[in-house]
Structures are given as structure tokens and as C-alpha cells.
């Protein structure tokens, strides 16, 4: 029995490691044509642009010039009224709201809406006591309503009931609208 006291050289794996480098060196050289080919396309599609721009300012006649200037005039205007539409307050949400929380024994003579106070003032005809105590019921549990008062409250012969109520919403509601604009 041999024992082997001096170790022996470990062979190299030349061809791996040539294979190894040389993927490397032409993954690099892919990467470096790609973003040539890439530069190149986009120049000429900028080109073709630039060519195709100008053979259209050729062809303009006066008229299109002309055309061309009172749009520009106008879309100025247009622009002039972005931030007063930007900033309109708008009671959609507020009479979706109302619609949902009337009563259907209820029913409104007026309504009086003040989009920028948020309030609505309703005026109507319950068909009872009972209705009208459900109806202040419904509007006293809405999270979207910060108080509703009855103004006037008034029992006709035929047990109906005339009332006048103000309706406070908040800044809630109109926010989340102008929101979806």
C-alpha cells in the first residue's frame, strides 16, 4: 500500500473556463450592439419625424395658418376658464344624498340647496306623525348629515304634517365630488 504523502497538482479546466470568458466577452458585445441599434432607431425615427413635420409646414396655405392661429386663440380662452372649473363646487352628491334619505310617505313642496354653505332647506308633507318621526329619525342617523333642525312643524285636520327643515352635510360630500372631477 501506496500512501500518498505529496499532493498531486489539481488539473485546470481550461476549456471551461475559455468557454466562461468568452460567454462573457459576448454577452458584452451584445449589449454594446443592442444599445447601438437601439440609438440608431431612434435618431431615424426622430428624423423621419422631423422630415415629415416639415413637408407638412410646406403644404400649409394661408388659410390653415390663419385657422391654425384662432385655435390657438381660442384653446388660450378655453384654458382661461380651467381654474374657475377646477374650483366649482357642485351639489350632485349632495341631492344624491337627499334622494336616499327621504321618506317615501314624504313629500317635498321646496327645495332650497346652498352648494357653498352645504346646507339644503326642504320644506314638505309628511303623511303623519309616525312618518315625519321616521323621517328625523333617518336624517339624525346619517353620517353624511352634521344636524338637520326642524324650522317649522305644523298638523293639518287630516293628521298631516307641514314641516320646514334645515339640512347641514358638511364639507364631506362636496369634497369627495370635486375629487371625481
Known amino acids: 500500500m501506496a500512501i500518498n504523502i505529496i499532493p498531486k497538482k ?24 443592442s444599445t447601438i441599434f437601439y440609438i ?5 425615427e426622430n428624423q423621419q419625424i422631423v422630415e415629415i413635420q416639415g413637408a407638412m409646414e410646406a403644404q400649409k396655405t394661408r388659410e390653415m395658418m390663419e385657422l391654425e ?3 390657438d386663440k ?15 363646487k357642485t351639489s350632485k352628491e349632495i ?13 317635498l313642496d321646496s327645495v332650497i340647496l346652498s352648494a357653498t354653505k352645504e346646507t339644503i332647506s326642504i320644506e314638505g308633507t309628511a303623511k303623519d306623525a309616525t312618518v315625519f318621526g321616521q323621517q328625523i329619525d333617518i336624517l339624525n342617523n346619517n ?12 298638523r293639518n285636520i287630516d293628521r ?8 347641514n352635510f358638511g364639507e364631506e360630500i362636496n369634497e369627495e365630488a370635486n375629487e371625481q372631477y
Open 143 to 154: 353620517d353624511d348629515i352634521t344636524s338637520a333642525t326642524i324650522d317649522s312643524f305644523e
Open 69 to 71: 392661429a384662432r385655435m
Open 10 to 33: 489539481e488539473e485546470k479546466d481550461v476549456l471551461g473556463t475559455a468557454v466562461f470568458y468568452f460567454g462573457l466577452v459576448l454577452l458584452v458585445v451584445l449589449l454594446i450592439i
Open 160 to 167: 298631516t304634517i307641514n314641516f320646514s327643515i334645515t339640512i
Open 40 to 44: 440608431l432607431t431612434w435618431r431615424i
Open 95 to 107: 341631492l344624491a344624498v337627499l334622494e336616499d334619505l327621504i321618506h317615501p310617505e314624504v313629500y
Open 74 to 88: 381660442t384653446l388660450a380662452k378655453v384654458n382661461d376658464f380651467v381654474l374657475v372649473l377646477d374650483q366649482k
